[in-house]
């Protein structure tokens, strides 16, 4: 089976096979570079052409519909080969002179040189074309770019399919015409320039002058379209260079993806430069080595593929080709339609791992200090010391840890603060994760490890949780609650703004000015105990209020452009002398245990519980009982 | 010496007189041209034929008209201009001449 093309050729239409057609098509050419320098060689092309045209139509009938390669053949062996029948009129050129200097001024070409070759004659062809006297060169060039991740391998059989091989003396004639040099490229312009020129003229002398007026235009319009064919052919090959390089360089990038490319680049706290590699981000999306290496493939065949197509229509604008390598062009698209197929394909066996949602709910009954009065304090823990995420990328809401070869996924988690209805103070700690069935999806929640530590008055949490490095990422997330019954007071640290979520209070403070502040639950949400920072005074007015809460007294004063604000805490301040006065007393029975050390029955007090008592004593002492703000506010 | 050479060259050299003289006696196209000269074994391939009626063409010699063919495309019909004629003329004679003058010299070596 073979395509056929169906080709006018002076005036005949044939259906013609396309390898016939080809042939033929060279043949031509070769006449046409033949007699380049002859007078009138248009004529003497159509007259060939012509008569071509009438000897394969008498080889074809009503049987015989299309020509084939046999035909072109038998008809070319009969009009000969241009050799043979050269006109060596002394006036033109002789073709024996020709021959010892090759005068193609145009129509070098690439071709692979059969005869200067060591694997596939290309490094000697592509040095033929940009006139280097030796190929070594560019065989070490070669060979050293195949240790950059085989981009040389890869370009070398490119360019051996799409570069013909020089089969016929004129083709090596072509092979080695006139370099490509920055002269030459000189002389073609001007050669254009000089066609332009004479088409102007042309059109000058052949119009008599009434057809001169009337013509103008179209003789604009020829002139205008020259000038922008010569244009584009150069500019042509300024954009085939910048195609073919764009080609190139965005392929060796893409190879090099499963050789570690940065995909995050960003500075770590202390200004250290860190990297995420995109292979693990891919690695914990997908993972497996076997889903790995199908989704390397699927890459390099959907977005490989076009760049090598932008590489070669690019090589294709910078060099001149004669023949288009058949079939290519179709198994290329094949591939990159499988390539689409496959990552489609990919992207739902992936997809369908999120498809169900699993949590794993525990709750903790948290052994605070039975005295509501004491606040709670909330603060974070360390746990992760010095190996804590130090990339900010947020990559799936998550921190990827760049420090070591660790591929562990660090999360934040989320706290919520709500009313307990019964019971006492609980954290609810709810791992949420992903899989394709709702069990799995549970199980993979349990695995999230997260963490925190609850002592009588305080509780830390962990600021990350972790997912185990052999677990994929799947919208693994960690939901905290804690439910504080009526009464209780909480205090947020500083850092707590890291891990708050939206705690909703009496006030409708945002979470940013809610921490370093102390909260108590009332029956209708966390009201603040110490917000009067936030207290927005008017304008003009003189302030001057004193509002009492239980046993707070909040103390507003405006003077000019100053405000000033007091409070006191009458209960803190009796509790701090309370306590002042337990500490003096437990230092007073040391003391007295010193001196009666020898009386065993008196030894009342073991040193574990002095210790903790002298802490929680030195505890209370720090907090401020009166704080003074001044805030200066426009106007 | 190529003989193959030689005997190609002796007959380009007379293939310009010889088409001349076949445009002559009638209009004719192409391939009528190449059936004559084929048929006198004056040329082996039909290439030759067509860079030289472009360069008579060129010269004045001959000229052609165009016309309709009931099998294909127009075709072209060449036929002799004046200077055609008077050029082909005195290519009769010089051709007599050196007829004689070869006829001649050839047998008087033979002979001896």
């Known amino acids: 089976m073979n395509k056929t093309i169906t080709s006018n050729i002076a005036g005949y239409v044939f259906h013609i096979d396309e390898n016939a057609f080809d042939k033929l098509d060279a043949y031509l050419n070769t006449i046409r570079s033949y007699f380049k320098d002859s007078q009138g060689k248009d004529e003497i092309i159509a007259d060939i052409e012509a008569r071509l045209a009438e000897m394969l139509h008498e080889r074809i009938g009503d049987m015989k519909q299309v020509v084939t390669l046999e035909d072109v053949n038998q008809v070319i062996l009969i009009m000969g080969q241009p050799e043979a029948f050269i006109d060596d009129d002394p006036e033109s050129a002789s073709w024996t002179e020709q021959k010892s200097q090759p005068r193609n001024t145009e129509s070098k070409r690439l071709f692979r040189d059969p005869d200067n070759k060591v694997v596939g004659g290309v490094c000697s062809g592509v040095s033929s074309y940009l006139g280097i006297e030796d190929p070594i060169w560019l065989r070490l060039a070669l060979v050293v770019s195949i240790f950059v991740f085989g981009s040389g391998f890869m370009l070398y059989v490119i360019l051996w399919i799409i570069m013909p091989e020089a089969k016929t003396t ?7 015409g006139e370099s490509v040099t920055v002269s030459n490229i000189e002389k073609r312009v001007n050669e254009e320039l000089e066609t332009v020129k004479n088409k102007w003229n042309d059109l000058n002398g ?3 002058p009434a057809r001169k007026v009337g013509n103008f235009f179209h003789r604009m319009i020829t002139l205008i379209g020259s000038l922008f064919m010569m244009f584009i052919k150069f500019f042509g090959k300024i954009i085939g260079f910048a195609f073919l390089m764009a080609g190139i360089i965005g392929f060796v990038g893409l190879m090099s993806i499963p050789f570690g490319v940065p995909a995050i680049i960003s500075f770590t706290n202390d200004g250290m430069l860190s990297t995420v590699e995109a292979q693990d981000i891919l690695n914990n999306l997908v993972g497996g080595t076997g889903m790995m290496i199908w989704i390397y493939v699927a890459g390099i065949l959907v977005w490989g593929i076009p760049l090598l197509a932008l590489a070669y229509i690019g090589l294709r604008l910078l060099v001149n080709f004669r023949s288009r390598p058949k079939g290519i062009g179709l198994a290329f698209t094949s591939l990159w339609i499988i390539g689409l197929v ?8 992936v997809m369908s791992d999120f498809s169900s949602e699993g949590n794993d709910t525990e709750t903790v009954e948290l052994e605070l200090n039975s005295d509501p009065s004491q606040t709670i304090h909330l603060a ?3 746990e992760l010391g010095d190996d804590e995420p130090n990339v900010e990328a947020n990559i799936f809401n998550l921190d990827l840890l760049a420090a070591g070869n ?7 988690p989320e706290l919520n603060i709500n009313m307990a209805k019964s019971g006492g103070p609980k954290l609810i700690v709810k791992r949420l994760a992903r899989a394709k069935k709702k069990q799995d999806a549970m199980e993979r929640a349990s695995k999230i490890d997260y963490g925190f530590i609850s002592t009588d008055t305080s509780i830390l949490f962990n600021s990350y949780f972790e997912i185990p490095e052999d677990e994929l990422w799947r919208t693994q997330d960690v939901e905290l609650e804690l439910l504080i019954p009526v009464g209780y007071t909480i205090y947020l640290s500083d850092e707590m703004m890291r891990i708050i979520y939206h705690i909703d209070n009496t006030t409708n403070t945002y979470d940013g000015d809610m921490v370093e502040r102390r909260w108590i639950m009332t029956p209708k949400g966390l009201a603040c105990v110490d917000c009067n920072g936030l207290a927005q005074p008017k304008k ?3 302030i001057d209020v004193d509002i009492d809460v239980d046993d707070v007294t909040i103390k507003i004063k405006s003077k000019g452009k100053q405000l000033d ?5 009458k209960r803190l301040e009796k509790e701090m002398e309370e306590r002042k006065q337990e500490l003096k007393k437990i230092q007073q029975q040391l003391e007295n245990e010193e001196e009666t050390s020898a009386d065993d029955e008196a030894f009342t007090y073991p040193n574990e519980i002095i210790l903790k008592r002298v802490v929680n004593a030195t505890y209370w002492v720090t907090p401020t009982i009166q704080r003074s703000v001044s805030i200066a506010y426009p106007g | 010496m190529n003989i193959e050479r030689v005997k190609s060259q002796m007959r380009k050299g007379v293939l310009e007189y010889c088409i001349l003289s076949i445009i002559s006696k009638d209009e004719v196209y192409a391939s009528d041209i190449l059936q004559t000269l084929k048929d006198a074994k004056l040329i082996v391939v039909e290439g030759t034929l067509y860079p030289l009626l472009t360069r008579l063409k060129n010269d004045g010699l001959l000229n052609y008209r165009w016309e309709e063919s009931t099998s ?7 036929g002799l201009t004046e200077m055609g004629q008077k050029f082909l003329q005195e290519m009769d004679v010089t051709w007599q001449e050196l007829v004689t003058s070869v006829n001649h010299t050839t047998s008087k070596t033979k002979n001896q």
């Open chain 1, 170 to 176: 004129a083709d090596k004639l072509q092979m080695r």
């Open chain 1, 206 to 208: 052949n119009s008599g």
């Open chain 1, 342 to 349: 496959l990552s489609f394909s990919l992207a739902m066996i």
């Open chain 1, 380 to 382: 974070l823990n360390h």
């Open chain 1, 406 to 412: 660790s591929n562990k996924l660090y999360g934040k």
């Open chain 1, 540 to 542: 003009s007015s003189n």
């Open chain 1, 565 to 569: 604000l007091e409070m006191e805490q």
């Open chain 2, 72 to 78: 294909g495309p127009p075709r072209k019909y060449y």
